[in-house]
């Protein structure tokens, strides 16, 4: 299905409007909880050692954020703050912080200047080819 201009306009506000809406120890908690319940249902140890690896440099973008380590990384995590606090509320600021440096004012100019040449000029080609058969 494709998608016009503003619709997708419209979704990538949405996106980043519901991202910073559950970014709250309730949506955390009902998130939790859910993962909880499905780790049980499917056997899964949440309390299992991931591997070690070194830590990685934080980009200088994310140094506003809550990020305190990359993806690659972190401590051991064993209970229910350790989740909310190294996991949680970084991966949702980092992709809201990766959805705003993408989808910021100035590049949301330059795709709607492309847009509308884009649509100009399909518009005068239609123009000329409806000219072109009279």
Known sequence: ESIDYADSQQLITSVIEQLEYDRNEKSFKTMY????????????????????????????????????????????????????????????????????DRFSASNIAVLSSQYILVVTKIICLMKYKFLDQC
């Not at 934080?58 to 690659?72: A, E, H, L, N, Y």
């Not at 972190?74 to 949702?92: A, S, T």
């Open 33 to 100: 909880f859910n993962i909880l319940d499905f780790a049980e249902k499917y056997d899964i140890d949440m309390n299992r050692k991931s591997k070690h690896r070194p830590p990685k440099v934080i980009p200088t973008r994310f140094k506003d954020t809550f990020v305190i380590s990359t993806m690659g990384y972190r401590k051991g995590i064993v209970n229910e703050d350790d989740y909310r606090d190294n996991i949680y509320y970084p991966l949702i600021d980092a992709i809201l912080v990766e959805m705003r």
